[in-house]
């Protein structure tokens, strides 16, 4: 027997912290727009070089006014001024109101807002107010949003449409930004067609079209990466060989999907160590429990080198839960777990397994979870019909109405 299939299974886990450990944040950073920031990774903290809001301003469009005149409703006041966003008032005179609009300044001498639909316009010079204000009510206070001198953002900050609005807020029209990774991606198989280039009629026997190498390729990109698609390679040591060689050179981490099982046609794992160095786990995760981590020689460094599983659901999910952290991480994100959330099962699932498993689920209209009925590695409409997946402990058996650990694809695949 191969010594490597008797190796004991690796923890999920542990196999993350191992990978973790090598993934240090890639040298370099570009400096682009904000416009254009979306989903990149912040390098450098961004600091408010003013307050916000910059002064007291209206969150109502009403009237600005001294609580000391509106001792009871039914008030009449002297309209003495109109703000609206965008200009400036001036002091408020007692015993007058300022017709004011929401994000104007509170004009100075005015301690409340009451808002339009409590007072009444008599004519063009006056108006009723028909609520007492309490003070302060209705007023945004200069710097309750953000102080000046505050870190809004930290340095390893991927950045969403919410935090580009954050920046544009305190005036940052450019942030610097972590480099993208280069990354290149190939599939290993001669059974591998490619999608187009034989009609399904024209299959030989053996054959199926890549779909790897098309959801590993979107998930990259997602991650802000910038792939280069070297095609299929042979199940040749030579081929193998040359394709990583070239991959090594310009790229930061190599992605391969397919040959790092341990049979024959395999070549993966002496092509990578003839280049630089590998480890070949077996991970108790069910789907994907081979994949391999080595690092590849070119030049004066080296590039990261991953093996994917090749049944397609192993591939989807393995990329989830251990490429996508060490990506993120290369980024200089810290945080790069997904965010489980606790849900219902609505599905048993009585036969425990030796490894962690991740089933595929969605979530029904009642927010229980469904369970695809096809657990198999190899249905990828598995991956298409859910929203996620349960992850469920090594040994546990899972009733309908238990609590269970649930990954939505949104944390897994973005």
């Not at 206070?141 to 609005?165: K, M, N, S, W």
């Not at 290993?188 to 034989?198: A, H, Q, W, Y």
């Not at 792939?227 to 060689?245: C, F, Y």
């Not at 020689?297 to 990261?304: L, N, Q, R």
């Amino acid at each position: 027997m191969n010594p490597q299939a008797r190796a004991p299974l690796k923890p999920l886990d542990e196999a993350l912290a191992d990978l973790l450990a090598q993934a240090t944040p890639l040298a370099g950073t570009d400096t682009v727009n904000t416009f254009d920031a979306d989903g990149r990774v912040l390098a450098q903290a961004a600091t408010s070089p003013l307050q916000v809001p910059p002064s007291d301003n209206s969150s109502m469009d009403g009237y600005a006014v001294r609580c000391a005149d509106v001792p009871a409703s039914g008030v009449e006041l002297l309209v003495s001024q109109r703000i609206p966003a965008g200009s400036f008032g001036t002091p408020l005179a007692a015993g007058t109101a300022a017709r004011i609009f929401t994000g104007a300044p509170v004009p100075a001498g005015a301690d409340a807002i009451v808002m339009q639909e409590d007072c009444e316009a008599l004519d063009g010079e006056r108006v009723r107010v028909n609520a007492v204000p309490a003070p302060g009510q209705w007023i945004r206070r200069a710097g309750e949003d953000i102080t000046l001198g505050a870190q809004v953002l930290a340095a390893g900050t991927r950045l969403t449409p919410a935090e580009l609005g954050l920046a544009a807020s305190i005036g940052l029209g450019r942030l610097q930004v972590a480099r993208r990774p280069r990354v290149a991606l190939f599939s290993t198989g001669d059974e591998l067609v490619m999608p187009g280039d034989v009609p399904p009629a024209q299959m030989k026997p053996g054959a199926i079209y890549n779909s790897n190498r098309f959801f590993l390729r979107a998930m990259l990109l997602r991650l802000g990466c910038e792939v280069s698609d070297l095609g299929i390679v042979p199940d040749r040591r030579e081929a193998t060989v040359a394709a990583l060689r070239q991959a090594a050179s310009g790229h930061d981490l190599i992605l391969t999907s397919g040959g790092v099982s341990v049979g024959e046609e395999d070549h993966i794992k002496p092509a990578v160590e003839s280049l630089g160095r590998l480890d070949l786990w077996q991970i108790a995760m069910k789907p994907g429990k081979p994949f391999a981590y080595g690092q590849i020689a070119h030049g004066s460094g080296s590039a990261h080198f991953m093996g994917l599983p090749g049944n397609p659901v192993s591939s989807f999910v393995t990329f989830g839960l251990l490429v996508r952290p060490f990506v993120l991480r290369l980024q200089g994100v810290r945080d790069v777990a997904p965010k489980a959330i606790a849900a219902t099962a609505g599905f048993d699932w009585p036969r425990a397994d030796k490894r962690r498993e991740f089933l595929r689920v969605r979530q029904g209209v009642d927010g229980t979870l469904e369970l695809f009925a096809n657990q198999s590695s190899g249905v990828l409409t598995s991956a298409a019909w859910a929203d996620g997946v349960v992850d469920n402990p090594a040994g546990q058996t899972i009733a309908r109405g238990d609590r269970v650990r649930f990954l939505p694809f949104a944390e897994l695949l973005s």
